[in-house]
């Protein structure tokens, strides 16, 4: 596998990253194979259910990109369960204060740091078995910051124990700052609500990320400090190859 996903934030090398929402381990696979550094499996928004999530970990493991998964809400049992069966990387939603930021921090890590719960069940199916400090220093608690709230209290979130990233929903964030949904080139308070959101981060010194619509706004934000990005998901992928090529068909 390519270098942790902490190695690779701490190189300032670009890092790009990709959706998987399709509940089946060939998309994940192939998702991990195209050269995207991370993938995550959206729990949140996906096809994709705590049910199936051991294949498509499996899946995943198979390839060069780093595993992360994104869990329906900040809910220790949920982020146990994605760094037990394999997540290198949890993504939290909708953080909006320092104390939900601490929770997840916390779920990510055992005791004494944290309240992680000891089940090695990767470990102990792959023979690979894993000591409390490794598992530490391993998980990425990423928390998101997609509310008014979120946005108010991301100093606070930043410098947080035990979180080491932040991730920008801007869809979410422009719906709770009540600009409708909009994107951030069409409306100069998101724009801003975003640098704040980076700049929060340079100064506490955590990395953050952007979820993109594409490799234009990916590059965009990468060239404003994101340490990250998201820019693609493998059903939007499948749309719209399968739009241009049936499009295309001789009539």
Not at 15 to 23: F, L, P
Not at 99 to 110: G, L
């Amino acid at each position: 596998m390519t270098q942790t996903l902490r190695a690779h934030w701490a190189s300032g090398a670009p890092c790009h990253g990709a959706w998987s929402t399709i509940d089946d381990p060939v998309p994940v696979e192939l998702l991990g194979r195209a050269g995207y550094d991370f993938v995550t499996i959206d729990l949140q928004h996906g096809y994709a259910s705590p049910h199936s999530l051991p294949a498509l970990l499996r899946a995943l493991g198979d390839t060069p990109a780093r595993p992360c998964v994104r869990v329906a809400w900040n809910s220790p049992e949920l982020i146990m369960r994605a760094l037990d069966l394999g997540a290198e990387g949890v993504v939290v939603p909708m953080v909006s204060t320092a104390a939900e930021a601490a929770a997840a921090a916390s779920a990510c890590r055992y005791a004494p740091r944290g309240t992680r719960s000891w089940g090695p069940i990767l470990a102990t199916a792959s023979h690979r078995p894993i000591e409390p400090a490794a598992g530490d220093a391993a998980a990425v608690c990423i928390v998101m910051i997609e509310t008014a709230a979120g946005l108010a209290n991301v100093e606070a979130i930043a410098a947080t124990p035990g979180v080491d990233a932040l991730y920008i929903g801007p869809n979410d964030l422009s719906l709770s700052l009540g600009l409708g949904r909009v994107g951030y080139r069409d409306s100069p308070e998101l724009l801003g609500a975003m640098l704040q959101i980076i700049a929060a981060g340079g100064a506490a010194g955590v990395p953050v990320g952007v979820d993109c619509s594409g490799n234009a706004d990916a590059r965009f934000w990468q060239e404003q400090g994101a340490a990250f990005t998201m820019s693609a998901s493998d059903a939007l992928l499948l749309r719209e190859i399968a739009d241009a090529r049936g499009a295309a068909l001789p009539r």
